[in-house]
């Protein structure tokens, strides 16, 4: 075992990351608990990652001797430099009376949050860490005989995973009845306990590996496939019904797949709970022959539904029951990240191991996680259904007690809605909205006003709790109750709980805004909309929106180790400050590109000099649209097969159509490339996608035209002639008209000194910046690959403004920086590089 370590971190091609990797896995050795773990690097390829799944197993089943650990340190220098790893090699010999455990058993997570300051009161830091720390090991912690590895006993649910974190007020409070007996909220999830290769006492850990989207998972799990260590290990990939469901799916009859399937399936017989009875669903019944036997050792999302159709078992559940036994787990980081998901299907997270790819979104994630909206309609949809329930008192009596508690807390929110709206109806219409903010203590105490705050809270969360398992387990008994309803009254819970967590600790990280969104005529004005004439129809909503994503992270952090892996981390300052957290290892290695592979370079004029400055007040300008059309046709007509242009929002983009339609720029682009433009809706999405991706193997190639923090510039693959050049316009900003962005730069500088939170100028910078890094690393993708990026906007010849770019990107622009002219005519122009480059393809060949 530990040759094999040895092998695997020292045979890459990638040695740079790997190496970093490793000394990840030294740490995972040398601890019992791994601390969280940021990843920065230039490029992260696919095939590198397993790799982090098979050092860690490795890791966790048996240690590397301390005396192994440093001669592989001595032999690869490099690893002296990685944070860490190296300190703990080369600590001298200690005192033999001070066990490992007690050397290296130090708080992992920083039990640091951004509201503490152990500065001013280290007591309290510390009596705060020990309470976390309680809270983890659940006082239950035994030595083996070693005295090497400890084992954590876990408590079935976590309350983190009910969102509320570990020191929930509502802990101590919940009955006992809902805790151990009545319908848990989440069923029991089979542990692994040991391996037929492992101590009796070791309990190897589950790798839960989260990524955006299923097409970036079936990446991972190819290359996975081609590890020594595929078919050592179990492994299941999780989706919703939407993906793996295979029964024939109704519209008309249902209004989405989840309703079909729980009015299919059928749950115990009443006679024998030992027995099942056939369900509706044939799929359903046979899912067990779906399994690790009858699938290969590696298998995707696709493989997994093909195996479904064809031996008739339903995908969906066969997946989740492979869970229960399986060693690595991949699912979209939702499904890790959100407490209802991981609720729902049952993921444990407690001392398993967490690896986050794409996490350069991890904010994002966490504050949309604990962000909801719904409207006054939702609430009055679900009261019709639940006063249906109700009055089918005989079938539904053992579960009446819930749902009319539930019936009248909605009705209480409906009431909080009307009595709310002479505020909404006050305030200009901007747009189609008007909008009414509150400070987070004067919402709750409207809510109190209508009994549904926080003194009703708890039996609030108690009754939907009861509602949703039911709901979940056996559907038929709650039927005309929609998918809709349970998300709703999920949701509240949800929310209500982040918001009342810790006797309301974290209520001020919250904005509540009433919303009143309107439609009328063409000419419809917000002075018409004053007066309530020409309103064609009018939506309430509450918008909940949450400021500080270390609310959400913190529930992640009863697992054992989180890796946050991506290549446009930077800046980590914004990690630490946003999540709360510390992040003890870090690893940055190079980009993997040889630098003769790559061009970047910037663009600061239009031909005939102009300065060419894409801010949202110079794109507006006829002569700055003209010089990015002008440069966008110069890349296209030096650039072979596929060309993606990233500007800042859909906006700008049918400006600049229009303007280009105007002038003959489009026919000219046209005539060079097939031009596409990025489609705002998922189903036109894929028609996009698959006709750019049949035209650049075309002579002609094609022309994309793309958003920052759209689809096209996350997740997707452009390799080799995929995208041979990408041009970027402008520095994308996040918009700072939206509302929430508005209210979450007032909360940063609200805090910035008291959280240590960036300001709201800082903010916005970090960013734009991630956007702009993700979408030029859309053209260099593997070793091999080759590309030219040229970054459009006169800003870039400041220094001010490549600083934030990535080091790798930053070090390949260099002083590159091009007027229009030079840019065609120089020795180091675009042009010259595919000329280069395309003659080297020829060779190769
Ligand atoms: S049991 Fe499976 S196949 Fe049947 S309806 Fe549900 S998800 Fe679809």
């Not at 192994?68 to 009376?97: C, F, I, M, W």
């Not at 290990?233 to 109704?250: F, N």
């Not at 700072?736 to 500088?749: G, Q, R």
């Amino acid at each position: 075992m530990r040759c094999e370590v040895a092998r695997v971190a020292t045979s890459q091609t990638t040695p740079d990351l790997d190496k970093g990797l490793f000394g990840i896995a030294l740490d995972a050795v040398r601890t019992d608990r791994l601390p969280i773990t940021a990843i920065g690097h230039g490029i992260l390829q696919a095939k590198s990652l397993p790799k982090i799944i098979a050092l860690l197993k490795h890791a966790m089943e048996d240690r590397i001797s301390e005396l192994l650990a440093q001669e592989l340190v001595r032999q690869n220098s490099e690893l002296k430099q990685v944070s860490g790893a190296a300190n703990y090699v080369s600590t001298p010999v200690r005192d033999k009376s001070v066990t490992p455990e007690k050397y290296l058993n130090k708080p992992v997570f920083g039990h640091k949050s951004i509201y503490d300051d152990a500065s001013q009161n280290p007591k309290e830091a510390s009596n705060r860490a020990s309470k976390r720390q309680d809270c983890l090991d659940t006082s239950t912690e035994e030595n083996n005989e070693a005295g090497l590895v400890k084992i954590h006993k876990k408590r079935r649910l976590a309350a983190s995973e009910r969102g509320m974190g570990c020191e929930s007020m509502y802990d101590s409070q919940l009955p006992t009845s809902l805790d151990e007996t009545e319908l848990p909220s989440t069923p029991d999830k089979k542990k692994q306990t040991t391996q037929p290769d492992t101590p009796q006492n070791v309990r190897v850990p589950t790798i839960y590996y989260g990524a955006r989207t299923h097409k970036q998972l079936q990446q991972v799990i190819k290359e996975f496939a081609r590890t020594d260590y595929c078919g050592q290990l179990q492994m299941t990939i999780l989706s919703s019904r939407d993906y793996s469901c295979v029964r024939e799916y109704d519209k008309k009859t249902w209004s989405s797949r989840n309703d079909m399937c729980r009015a299919c399936i059928k749950p115990y017989t009443t006679k024998s709970m030992e027995q099942r009875a056939d369900s509706n669903c044939k799929y359903y019944d046979n899912r067990a022959s779906l399994n690790h036997q009858t699938l290969p050792p590696a298998f995707d999302l696709d493989e997994l539904v093909a195996k479904g159709e064809e031996i008739r078992a339903c995908p969906y559940y066969a997946a989740r029951g492979m869970a229960a036994s399986a060693h690595i787990v991949f699912c979209p980081y939702n499904y890790l990240i959100e407490p209802s998901i991981r609720s729902s299907m049952q993921i444990d997270l407690s001392d398993n191991i967490v690896i986050i790819d794409e996490a350069h979104n991890i904010e994002d994630i966490c504050r949309d996680a604990a962000t909801f909206t719904f409207t006054r309609d939702n609430i009055q949809a679900s009261i019709k259904e639940l006063e249906l329930v109700c009055g089918y008192r005989f079938a539904n009596q053992d579960s009446l007690r819930y749902v009319e508690y539930l019936l009248k807390a909605l009705k209480g929110w409906d009431d909080w809605f009307v009595n709310q709206t002479p505020l909404i109806n006050q305030k200009a219409i901007t747009g189609n909205e008007a909008t009414f903010t509150w400070a987070a203590e004067n919402f709750v105490q409207t809510l109190n006003n209508h009994n549904i705050g926080q003194q009703q809270y708890k039996n609030f969360h108690e009754n939907a709790e009861l509602f949703c398992k039911r709901l979940r387990e056996d559907p038929r008994t709650l039927l005309g109750v929609t998918q809709a309803t349970a998300t709703l009254i999920e949701s509240i819970d949800t929310v209500l709980g982040y918001l009342f967590r810790c006797e309301g600790k974290y209520m001020d990280d919250f904005t509540p805004a009433l919303v009143r969104t309107v439609t009328g005529p063409d000419s419809f004005s917000w002075r018409q909309s004053q007066f309530n004439k020409s309103i064609e129809k009018e939506t309430l909503s509450l918008r909940l929106l949450c400021m500080n994503p270390a609310v959400v992270f913190e529930s992640l952090k009863v697992s054992r180790c989180i890796i946050l892996a991506s290549g446009t981390l930077t800046p980590l300052i914004s990690l630490h400050s946003e999540l709360g957290t510390d992040f003890p290892l870090q690893v940055s290695p190079n980009h993997v590109i040889p630098p003769d592979r790559v061009w970047i370079g910037s663009l600061s004029t239009c031909p005939g000099g102009v300065r060419l400055e894409c801010s949202a007040r110079g794109a507006g300008e006829a002569r700055v649209q003209d010089g990015v059309g002008a440069a966008l046709r110069s890349v296209c007509r030096v650039t072979p097969h596929g060309v993606l242009c990233f500007l800042p929002s859909y906006t700008l983009m049918n400006k600049l159509v229009n303007r280009w339609k105007e002038t003959g720029l489009w026919d000219e682009l046209n005539e060079l490339k097939h031009v596409l433009m990025e489609a705002r809706n998922a189903r036109d999405h894929s028609d996009v996608m698959e006709e750019y991706y049949s035209s650049v193997c075309g002579v002609r190639g094609a022309l994309l035209l793309a958003v920052y923090r759209g689809k096209v510039s996350e997740g997707m693959d452009f390799r080799d002639h995929q995208a041979r050049a990408v041009v970027t316009v402008g520095v994308p900003y996040p918009n700072t008209y939206d509302m929430a962005v508005k209210e979450k730069m007032k909360y940063n500088d609200r805090y910035s000194a008291q959280r240590h939170l960036l300001s709201s100028s800082e903010w916005l910078l970090v960013q734009a910046y991630r956007a702009l890094n993700q979408a030029v690393g859309r053209c260099v993708r593997h070793r091999a690959d080759w590309g030219g990026v040229l970054l459009i906007d006169a800003r870039f010849s400041s220094p001010y403004y490549t600083q934030h770019l990535s080091k790798w990107v930053r070090n390949f622009l260099g002083n590159n920086h091009h007027t229009f002219e030079s840019l065609e005519n120089s020795s180091n122009s675009l042009e010259s590089f595919m000329q280069t480059m395309t003659l080297r393809d020829s060779e190769d060949v």
